[in-house]
């Protein structure tokens, strides 16, 4: 099986840069992706990563390091709309399970003005 | 794209009655996945569709729970003689069929805002 951990809870001010980790233990996996959820809402797709090194998508970049199990969402020039819980997950590899995908338990993030 | 409905948003039930959930997929996605939230955690898998075939299933989904896709379109979701710890957000996602690009796209979900169940 597959297990991940966040953090519970960062915060930090606006226009800050923010790194939201996550450790995993996973027999085998596709790659690690990152989903924000606000309160309330559908969590959204953010970003991808297969292969080991950073992705980068606007404001938002994502890291993965296989040999490390460690993974880390960056989120630059906070705004305080990205206020929200970040989801990092994963998809086996094992015929079995290959089609879910496995999420972390998630970190809020609270933006300060 | 219209995105993936749920319906209905919230439900209230007193323990022991059946309720019974439905989401649209976005049209052209045969992939159809329904998950379980709760309060502070991720998302927890219940059950997988391609077209029309569960394909796969949780171990936390019990004998109480059943899914169907009967023309691999909507799919629903019930719960029979609902219990206390059954209390969750149920959430619908969406993808369609595997391509080779762009890159991550076998890995997004597209998910609805998910229907609060709350059983008395």
């Known amino acids: 099986g597959q297990s991940l951990e966040q953090p519970s809870e960062v915060t930090a001010v606006e226009g800050a840069i923010v790194q939201i980790n996550c450790t995993y233990q996973t027999s085998g996996f596709y790659g690690l992706s990152w989903y924000q959820q606000h309160d309330g809402g559908a969590p959204t797709f953010l970003s991808y990563?297969?292969?080991?090194g950073l992705e980068e998508t606007g404001r938002f970049s994502s890291f993965l390091s296989r040999s490390d199990s460690y993974g880390y969402l960056l989120l630059q020039e906070l705004q305080m709309k990205d206020s929200a819980s970040y989801f990092c997950?994963?998809?086996?590899?094992?015929?079995?399970?290959?089609?879910?995908?496995?999420f972390g338990s998630g970190t809020q993030l609270t933006v300060l003005p | 794209d219209t995105g993936v409905s749920q319906d209905p948003r919230h439900k209230i039930t007193k323990r022991g009655q059946n309720v019974t959930f439905r989401c649209d997929p976005i049209?052209?996605?045969?992939?159809l996945y329904w998950y379980r939230q709760t309060l502070g955690q991720g998302p927890e898998f219940l059950t997988y569709f391609q077209n029309e075939a569960q394909l796969e299933k949780s171990r936390l989904l019990s004998d109480r729970f059943s899914a169907e896709r009967p023309k691999g379109s909507f799919s629903t979701l019930e719960i029979q003689r609902t219990e206390q710890g059954d209390s969750a957000m149920y959430l619908c996602?969406?993808?369609?069929?595997?391509?080779?690009?762009?890159?991550?796209?076998?890995?997004?979900?597209?998910f609805g805002s998910g229907t609060q169940l709350s059983v008395l």
């Open positions: 996602a969406s993808r369609p069929l595997s391509v080779a690009r762009p890159k991550g796209a076998n890995e997004k979900l597209f």
């Open positions: 049209s052209e996605h045969n992939r």
């Open positions: 990563n297969a292969l080991d």
């Open positions: 997950a994963v998809r086996s590899l094992h015929s079995g399970s290959a089609r879910q995908l496995t």
